[in-house]
């Protein structure tokens, strides 16, 4: 199998954030006793784990930074950041993002500079920077673009050096859905007929350096596609998750917390209302839907920063408190509590 990787990153966007550290990295470096993978960015951290963990030997990344101001910055010890990452990856993080935002001032943005801390190269990839040379006979092509509305163009250079067959996957900046249209829009029959190609996500759901999960959208590709990147999934990344693409960002993406506190609530109130109370299941549904239909409405027609405007959390304190019982009971004490000091403000 042949992987190639379009994009190299740069981490000083994760430095600036100062929330992000390299643990799953400096657990990836130290099962295969390669030091150097510990400070990996990315996509580097990515196909160091489809290299390493899942035994692929043929990897590719390409970018166009590798001709301009590719920086390496070698000032920390990759044994120190991963005894450190054991304990409180804190005692070693701001240091590290004092450095890159250092160096960041001086340094032009991707494509024509970039900060790293290994370079690739030691670590047994190819390094090109032309995206047509490294997907030909490429099985799955990893793409790491740049914001959705610049993705069209640069697919456009490469898209007829594509193998027939080939699985080709987003990780962030675009939904699935917006991906695959892309190449409907340039060969209709690439999404029609999947065999021609597979398009699908390799998404973290993550910073990729922090944790070990990927999940792999369905509906644009083929059964087999999606079971061969999800076995590579799951020795590469540890965690493999298949979904519907069009879950992927809201799974995947900043509203996943919202998305954990509604799957949660919608499945605790399914339980309570049908367990406990014995509500049929189509009621329930109808019930459910109302409320989060009419809740979706309520932000669309006075805008999420006006909400209690039009209605008060304290409305829900007299009334969702009464089903404080089975499965919801688990979850409806803290929210209400939230709900209360909302009101109270």
């Not at 999940?215 to 999800?230: P, R, V």
């Amino acid at each position: 199998m042949k992987i190639a990787i379009l994009g190299a990153g740069c981490y000083r966007t994760h430095a600036a954030s100062g929330i992000t550290n390299f643990t799953r990295a400096c657990e990836v470096a130290e099962m295969v006793g390669k030091p150097e993978i510990a400070m990996t960015h990315s996509t580097m951290t990515m196909g160091a784990e489809l290299m390493e963990l899942a035994g692929v030997k043929d990897i590719v990344i390409a970018d166009p930074v590798f001709d301009n101001d590719f920086r390496v910055i070698d000032d920390f010890d990759y044994e120190n950041v991963i005894e450190a990452h054991k304990e409180n990856p804190e005692s070693v993080m701001p240091q590290i993002r004092e450095k890159v935002n250092e160096v960041a001032k001086d340094l032009p943005k991707p494509p024509k500079g970039a900060i790293h801390f290994v370079n690739p190269e030691d670590l047994g990839f190819e390094v090109t920077t032309d995206d047509r040379e490294a997907v030909a006979d490429a099985d799955f092509i990893m793409t790491w673009f740049p914001k959705g509305d610049m993705q069209p163009a640069i697919v456009d250079n490469f898209l007829d050096d594509v193998k027939k067959g080939a699985t080709i996957t987003h990780a962030c900046t675009i939904p699935t859905t917006k991906f695959s249209k892309i190449f409907a829009e340039k060969h209709g029959d690439l999404v029609t007929s999947p065999e021609t190609l597979n398009v699908t996500s390799y998404h973290p759901g993550a910073v990729p350096e922090m944790k070990g999960q990927v999940y792999i959208a369905e509906g644009y590709a083929t059964d087999d596609a999606i079971n061969t990147l999800f076995e590579l999934g799951q020795k590469a990344r540890g965690n493999a998750y298949k979904m519907p693409a069009e879950l992927l960002g809201p799974v995947c993406d900043m509203c996943s917390a919202l998305t954990a506190i509604t799957y949660a609530g919608l499945l605790g109130y399914r339980d309570s209302v049908m367990n406990v109370l014995g509500a049929p299941a189509g009621f329930a549904q109808m019930m459910a839907k109302e409320s989060l239909t009419q809740i979706t409405d309520l932000m669309d027609k006075v805008g999420i920063d006006k909400m209690e405007e039009s209605l008060d959390p304290g409305a829900l304190l007299g009334t969702a408190d009464s089903m404080n019982f089975g499965s919801t009971a688990e979850l409806l004490p803290t929210i209400l509590e939230s709900l209360n000091k909302r009101a109270a403000e």
